[in-house]
């Protein structure tokens, strides 16, 4: 019954130790494709709610920028429709200078929050007039790494106040 001093129950016990340790391996790559799936899967699904904020955001900019002072305007219907609140422009180069900021804080789950510690996606909405041009640069990030998620310049013409009672 012993061949050449190795038993069957040993040999059974290899093999059984072989198979656990292969089902092992099996089951740390599913494991861990399923968490890589999972963060794939957020992190979409925060780039298109973001998306769909910062295209209603900009929606509104080219809805509202009107009047005598369209940036005006533009920011009382952003605080207005979307709780936006002033921010700072942090503008080293120039490139902001005469723009105004508003931004609005989401948390994790894209509700609006005005709770510094809950804020996980920030809008900033940076609004300026060059010349007859309205131009906003609207974007989306990710506060807790630095990654932007969608960003978007608008443009609208808003005819001067000068010639909007002038009649040929």
């Known amino acids: 019954m012993n061949n050449n001093g190795v038993s069957k129950s040993q ?3 290899l093999e059984f130790i072989i198979v656990v340790l292969f089902f092992a391996i099996c089951a740390t790559v599913c494991v861990t494709a399923f968490v890589k799936s999972d963060a794939l899967s957020r992190e979409n699904a925060a780039k298109n709610e973001a998306i769909s904020r910062v295209e209603s955001a900009a929606e509104i900019v080219k809805l509202y920028a009107e009047g005598k ?3 005006s305007a533009v920011g009382v219907a952003l605080e207005e429709k979307l709780g936006a609140v002033d921010g700072q422009v942090s503008d080293a180069d120039g490139t902001y200078d005469d723009a105004t900021l508003y931004e609005v804080y989401y948390a ?3 509700t609006q929050t005005d709770v510094m510690e809950d804020v996980t996606y920030t809008m900033h909405i940076v609004i300026k007039m060059d010349g ?3 131009k906003a ?3 989306a990030d990710d ?3 630095p990654k932007m998620l969608f960003a978007v310049n608008v443009e609208k013409y808003v005819p001067l106040a000068e010639s909007e009672g002038q009649h040929d």
């Open 108 to 110: 994790e789950d894209f």
């Open 69 to 71: 002072d369209p940036v």
């Open 137 to 139: 640069e609207i974007s």
């Open 11 to 13: 040999i059974f016990l």
């Open 132 to 134: 007859s041009m309205l």
């Open 143 to 145: 506060s807790t790494k």
